[in-house]
């Protein structure tokens, strides 16, 4: 069950603030080796996958949003598009946050970085290069087609609820912990929200914040999803 409100209208935003929004398709083509678990390669695609871009403007000051549904870039990859992304738009890495949703059926991007030093055994094959240069290429195509279309907005922030996600260390009878399913331990269950509307009131989107592990459809997938 998800609740949420808006409850509060930000009436001070300055007057020329804008906002746009845009959602690109990143689903490859063909099988993919997926991250998360151990080393499995695709065979399908279950639901396609996104990049979806919020940028924002109040006059002074530009930023651009990103959620991406992969498990997670490296920093070193995440700092080579962050300096294509400033090259060919002038958006500095500080006004650049590129987020994932962190889904176990998403193909690799980039080398592992840091992962590989204690993952080892999931990182024995090839990156693929092509489908790491599409993610690159289609952000900063999103990116460019979102400021294009940036149009005066409102923005309101709220606070909702879900009880979506479980503490993952479990205890046995002798207090041991372990990887499980612990219903009492501590969650947050917020969601943070901000609420973009355009100058009619229509609702552009709606961006939340809520802390899960996107694993519902559990190792044994091998199709591409954003999972949940």
Known sequence: MIRYLLALSLSTLAADFRAAVVKTDITPNGPQWLLGYAARKSTGVNDRIYHRVVAMDDGATSFVLVSS??????????DRVAKLLAAETGITPNQFWWTFTHTHSAPEVGPPGLAASFLADRYT??????YTELVARSLIAAVKEARSK???A????GWGHANADMNRRARDVEGETFLGFNPDGPVDRRIGLIALDDASGKPMGLIANYAM????????????????
């Open 150 to 152: 940036l149009a005066p």
């Open 154 to 157: 409102r923005m309101r922030i």
């Open 69 to 78: 549904d992969l498990c997670l870039v490296s920093p070193a990859e995440y």
């Open 125 to 130: 094959h090839e990156v693929d290069p092509s």
């Open 213 to 228: 592990h996107g694993t519902v459809l559990g190792q044994p997938n091998l199709l591409i999803s954003g999972d949940a």
